[in-house]
């Protein structure tokens, strides 16, 4: 099955700053590539998705970057905000088994 | 739409005893499926369902059951419960995985097992 690796496991970042996350995945026909964020206690929530047919995809201060080539993928965020501070999760799938990586922990210090 | 439902939120269970947990989704997703979450592990598959009738395995699914009677309802079955399987639970549901829809999740099954 697809195994999803996740670097780093814990990032802390001033406030303002940029902070950036990435996953590599080991099936070449994965095709689906979303990120999750969750807050303590809470259900993970989606917050941005990419397709196989895109190198890139923005919503406001979030993007993420798909290389296929190499077989991974990256979420940016800029201008970072305390209430972005979470856990983070990128997941792949090509068929119905979605696989995910093992988290992220942001910290954004005021 | 209440989207995905879980119960019980929190459990508590002697090593042996079985139990389920309960999901429900009224999105009228084909898609259902249960995730375990531990530290440090991320989010693991546990079993899923493409539809009513229609179960597989996921990564981790030794020690669990699951059917899919209805579109509606995806039960998480623990047949005689270890401590290894102390864990957040998570159900989920979605149009359809392989198509690159949203995975929606409940809001989450903690279970203890003493």
């Known amino acids: 099955g697809e195994n999803v690796e996740q670097h780093p496991s814990t990032l802390s970042v001033q406030e303002g700053d940029s902070a950036v996350i990435k996953c590599t995945y080991s099936d070449s026909a994965s095709n689906y590539f979303p990120w999750y964020k969750q807050e303590l206690g809470k259900r993970p929530q989606l917050i941005i998705d990419i397709r196989s047919n895109v190198g890139e995809k923005k919503d406001q201060r979030i993007a993420v970057t798909l290389n296929k080539t190499a077989k991974h993928f990256s979420l940016h965020i800029t201008e970072t905000q305390p209430e972005d501070s979470a856990v983070y999760f990128c997941?792949?799938?090509?068929?119905?088994?979605?696989?995910f990586g093992a988290g992220t922990r942001l910290t954004v210090k005021p | 739409n209440a989207g995905v439902t879980q119960t019980p939120k929190f459990q508590v269970l002697k090593t042996g005893q079985s139990m389920t947990l309960q999901c429900a989704q009224d999105?009228?997703?084909?898609?259902m499926s249960w995730y375990r979450q531990d530290p440090g592990m991320g989010l693991r598959l546990i079993h899923y369902s493409v539809g009513a009738g229609i179960t597989d395995q996921g990564e981790v699914p030794n020690g669990y059951n699951v059917s899919r009677s209805t579109t509606e309802d995806f039960p998480l079955r623990l047949l005689s419960a270890a401590p290894s399987q102390t864990s957040v639970y998570f159900c989920a549901s979605s149009l359809g995985v392989s198509s690159g829809n949203t995975i929606y999740f409940g809001e989450g099954s903690w279970l203890t097992v003493v």
């Open positions: 997941a792949a799938s090509q068929s119905n088994d979605m696989r």
């Open positions: 999105m009228n997703h084909e898609y």
